[in-house]
């Protein structure tokens, strides 16, 4: 089992309230993956969104610098929004990405997005959404699946390719590509038919219900003849490690409420309270936040469910304090990591 985190990155506020700089909240994610990669966590995903409080606008970037400055980190986007951006330019910075890291450590996660602010921003249509992401997806993929750097595409949603090289190429030939989904049923359909791993975003609710998905998903990919290694299910979630049960819980809830209020107005959400958020945090709630024996336990818990072999957690929303976080992927990397394992070695 796979444990890592992920991240929007995540703006911080001043003691008054207002907002600091956008710079310093890209400086501070890239911090937390190289901090990250020296505690031994396994995995780190840079999501994208183009807001004040969650300005990770460009995935590619990031990731390209951080694969200079570590070693042994899987990175990947978590995810790019595939539908608004152009599959050549994402392969091409995900393949550098690839070369500077030295090879086999960057994938794509591609997904549609939860949120629509880049459809305005890009000068995109709404109402194109599902063709947008279906034509994309396949000029992704077949971009990754060419054997030679020149590739032939044709669609309605962008200019066709036509024995147009698309370089570099990855060390090992092509990039892992992920699909994410935050649960519609067609999305599971449509990895397992692809025959690309899938990741599942639960942000609320109980995780084990998602399993069904899960087993949708594979009886997808076995009656495609998909089969071997790129099936695989992995889960991101919310959450937070602290010492005491105690201390993660109130270092977490501050910035949950500050991003329900924000996600209210932008969404017409109703701001949350405490006792909404702590019965997210029980054993069967889709919040990880708590000490490293529960987390552990409870994550090996959904495992017997949904058969995973990632779990990532996103830590950094509302303003977290970024000690909060990194004291987090400490304890996922040095205690949550191995009783996991522990835990998976007695079933």
Do not use: C
């Not at 992995?234 to 924000?262: C, I, M, Q, S």
């Amino acid at each position: 089992m796979q444990i890592g985190t992920y991240s929007f990155g995540d703006t911080q506020h001043n003691e008054d309230g207002t907002t600091r700089s956008t710079a310093e909240a890209v400086s501070n994610l890239f911090e937390a993956i190289v901090h990250a990669d020296a505690v031994g966590l396994d995995y780190f995903a840079v999501g994208e969104h183009h807001t004040v409080s969650m300005p990770a606008s460009s995935p590619g970037t990031i990731i390209a610098a951080a694969a200079a400055a570590t070693k042994n980190i899987i990175l990947g986007s978590g995810a790019s929004i595939i539908g608004t951006d152009d599959p050549v330019r994402v392969f091409q910075q995900f393949a550098i990405a690839d070369a500077i890291s030295g090879g086999g450590r960057i994938e794509i996660t591609a997904g549609r997005g939860s949120s629509v602010e880049t459809f305005p921003l890009f000068g995109y249509d709404l109402r194109d959404y599902d063709e947008l992401y279906a034509e994309k997806l396949d000029l992704l993929m077949t971009i990754n699946n060419s054997t030679t750097e020149a590739v032939t595409w044709s669609g309605s949603t962008r200019p066709a390719l036509n024995q147009l090289a698309v370089v570099p190429r990855p060390v090992q030939g092509k990039l892992p590509i992920w699909l994410a989904t935050g649960g519609n049923a067609a999305s599971s359909v449509r990895a397992g038919q692809l025959g690309l791993p899938i990741s599942y975003g639960i942000i609320g609710g109980e995780p084990h219900r998602f399993a069904p998905l899960a087993k949708l998903y594979r009886r997808s990919a076995a009656q495609a003849g998909q089969e071997g290694d790129s099936i695989k299910v992995a889960v991101a979630a919310l959450g937070l490690v602290a010492a005491t049960k105690k201390e993660a819980l109130d270092r977490f809830y501050p910035g949950w409420h500050n991003l329900t209020v924000e996600m209210g107005r932008l969404r017409g959400w109703t701001a949350q309270e405490r006792g909404v958020f702590e019965a997210q945090t029980g054993e069967l709630g889709g919040f990880y936040v708590g000490d490293p024996d529960e987390i552990a336990r409870r994550i090996v818990a959904l495992h017997g469910h949904m058969g995973h072999m990632r779990h990532f957690i996103q830590s950094d929303v509302g303003a977290l304090p970024q000690e909060h976080l990194i004291e987090s992927i400490t304890l996922l990397a040095n205690e949550v990591k191995p009783r996991v394992q522990r835990l998976l070695e007695k079933k």
